[in-house]
């Protein structure tokens, strides 16, 4: 299961009620940067029958199943800096992240 903190829920909330067509948010994992794997949130437009989803605070989440894995246990943040802003992940099962912080290995 993946959690939002509520900066995250209210972040997705925004992007989901300015969308047209947007069921949930998608969050993933994709092949990339230095250490492996880097994460992806976008705007799910259509469910796969095998995509898991989750339901918190009325936000819905949805993971292919083959990326569950790597996703099980995360903690999805949204984070403002000034004038930048990002979501952030906080994953029980990464054993290494880059430098940068944009890619990590299970």
């Given amino acids: 299961m993946i959690t939002l903190t509520p900066s995250a829920i209210?972040?997705?909330?925004?992007?989901?009620?300015?969308?047209?067509?947007?069921?949930?948010?998608?969050?993933?994992?994709?092949?990339?940067?230095?250490s492996g794997f880097s994460y992806v949130v976008?705007?799910?437009k259509s469910i796969a029958d095998d995509d898991l989803r989750f339901d918190q605070d009325g936000v819905e989440v949805v993971v292919a199943k083959d990326d569950l894995p790597m996703l099980e246990g995360v903690e999805l943040d949204y984070r403002q800096d000034g004038i930048n802003s990002a979501f952030a992940?906080?994953?029980?099962?990464?054993?290494?992240?880059?430098?940068?912080?944009?890619?990590?290995?299970?």
């Fill in 42 to 44: 976008e705007q799910a």
């Fill in 10 to 34: 209210e972040r997705v909330n925004k992007v989901l009620a300015r969308a047209d067509g947007v069921m949930a948010i998608r969050v993933g994992v994709k092949d990339s940067g230095c």
């Fill in 89 to 106: 992940f906080k994953n029980p099962q990464a054993k290494e992240t880059c430098g940068c912080g944009e890619s990590f290995t299970v």
